[in-house]
């Protein structure tokens, strides 16, 4: 089975993997390759289930501001580094819990929308066009 046949099957793909002695498991090159894995992986349990979600590599511009950032403060050399790593584990947590606001913010405006087309236009009779 290649990456290929993986991406444009989205049916639920299956194979059973052995787990090692020290609890390590070898991912199927077919799907680590369609699922564009490196070095890691976030692991979720959930539901008597173990999911593996490919880590996205964060955007290097975003880095570069805070780097900029911190040097205008005045860091540098290894404190730089240590206020650098620092501040980078707080912003995935961040925007996480961010895009989880907006996306509660959304279900509940769909949920009591109300569509005031007819209230502005009238209502539209296909038969009278």
């Known amino acids: 089975m290649d990456a290929k046949v993986i991406q444009e099957n989205a049916a639920v793909q299956k194979r ?3 787990i090692s002695s020290k609890r390590q498991i070898t991912i199927p090159a077919a799907y680590y390759e369609a699922l564009g894995l490196s070095g890691e992986v ?19 511009a975003f880095a570069e501001e805070i780097l900029a950032d911190l040097i205008r403060q005045g860091y540098s050399g290894e404190r730089l580094l240590a206020e650098f790593t620092r501040i980078n584990r707080r912003v995935r947590p961040a925007v996480e819990k961010l895009i989880e606001e907006a996306d509660a913010l959304a279900k509940a405006a769909a949920s009591n929308y ?9 209502t539209y009779d296909q038969t009278e066009a």
Do not use: H, Y
């Open 42 to 60: 976030d692991c979720v349990c959930a539901n008597g289930m173990l999911i593996l979600i490919p880590v996205k590599r964060e955007d290097p």
């Open 114 to 122: 109300v569509d005031s087309t007819d209230d502005v236009f009238g």
């Open 16 to 18: 059973r993997i052995q």
